[in-house]
C-alpha cells in the first residue's frame, strides 16, 4: 500500500511570527501524528516536530509555510496544524 501524502500552506498571522511559543505549539501539535510532518519556507525544509528546526526558518508575519506530511494519518495531521495557524497557535498577547 502506498504511504499517504498530503500538504497544504499557511500564513503566519501572527505579530511576532514563528518565535518560540507558537513554534512550540506547531511542534507540540504535529508530535500528536504518526507521520513525518515537515515545513517549508524559502529554501529550508524542517521537521515540523523540531523546535530548533522551526525557530530556524525565522518566519515573521505573513510568511507562506508549506506543510507536508506522509504515513498513515498525513491528512489529519494536515489539517489539525492549518486549524492552528489559523487560529494564531493558541496564542494572545
Known sequence: MPEKKSSGTFIVKNDKGLHTRP???LVKCA???SSRVSLSYRNYTVNAKSLLGILMLAAER???IIVEASGKD????IESILTLA????NITY
Do not use: D, I, R
Not at 74 to 77: F, L, Y
Not at 86 to 89: A, I, L, M, Y
Open 23 to 25: 513554534s512550540t505549539e
Open 74 to 77: 498525513a491528512k489529519e495531521a
Open 86 to 89: 489559523k487560529n494564531k497557535f
Open 62 to 64: 505573513g510568511s507562506k
Open 31 to 33: 508530535a500528536n501524528f
